[in-house]
């Protein structure tokens, strides 16, 4: 199965400030997933982003706070913009594996304070 | 609506003392359900799908069944390293997003030994 990458693991940010988590996969694909988890909540889509196109955003998420990048097949950037408090979570990326399943990253442990 | 429930929340076994978590869902049209392990501070390790009523898995002392309705992952025997939290999630056939999860909010497993 795929292996992933992602970075930073953590971070402590102030509000009103922009990060960006990067997601790098050993081998190409042609979709990737990001997913969030709030602290208590379980796993929710973000987004799918595709590469050479724009990214399908899930309801209640959009483009303006949450862009996306995907300049090639094994490789995306996710931004948590103009953040606050409630943007603390864990943000993960995914992507298909050949087994039937889905591959998680080990995730970005974000603090807005 | 698409959903998924895990119970329990929280469950405490000695070592050796088997035991069972369930995984209710809806879904419309399900295409897979998943098990995952979360370790703290780690994503998601993909353990199983499972594609239609009556199949069934296992793993070293993990064995997930699945109905209609429900799944559930059995425990048998196990041991202080099992300890983690247990995530489930289904993929609905009919969603415009074919590679999105549902997750549940998991059940966390602590084994004591």
């Known amino acids: 199965s795929a292996v992933i990458s992602q970075k930073p693991s953590r971070d402590i940010c102030q509000r009103g400030t922009s990060l960006t988590i990067q997601c790098q996969v050993d081998s190409q694909v042609t979709m990737m997933f990001w997913y969030r988890q709030q602290p208590g909540q379980s796993l929710t889509l973000i987004a799918t982003?595709?590469?050479?196109?724009?990214?399908?955003?899930e309801s209640g998420f959009v483009i303006d706070k949450f862009p996306i990048s995907r300049p090639n097949l094994t490789f995306s950037t996710l931004t948590v913009s103009n953040m606050s408090p409630e943007d603390s979570s864990i943000y993960l990326c995914?992507?298909?594996?050949?087994?039937?399943?889905?591959?998680f990253g080990s995730g970005t442990r974000l603090t807005v304070v | 609506e698409d959903q998924v429930t895990q119970s329990p929340e929280a469950l405490r076994l000695q070592e050796g003392e088997s035991s069972s978590l369930n995984c209710s869902y809806t879904v419309s049209g399900l295409r897979g359900l998943f098990w995952y392990r979360q370790d703290p501070g780690k994503g998601p390790e993909f353990l199983f799908t499972?594609?239609?009523a009556g199949e069934e898995k296992e793993k070293e002392r993990l064995k997930a069944t699945l109905t209609k309705k429900e799944s559930f992952l059995h425990i048998t025997a196990p041991k202080p390293e099992d300890s983690a939290t247990y995530l489930c999630a289904v993929q609905a056939s009919r969603s415009s997003n074919t590679g999105k999860l549902i997750f549940g909010q998991g059940t966390t497993l602590q084994v004591k030994p």
């Open positions: 982003a595709n590469q050479g196109s724009e990214a399908t955003y």
């Open positions: 995914s992507v298909e594996q050949g087994a039937g399943g889905y591959t």
């Open positions: 499972l594609y239609s």
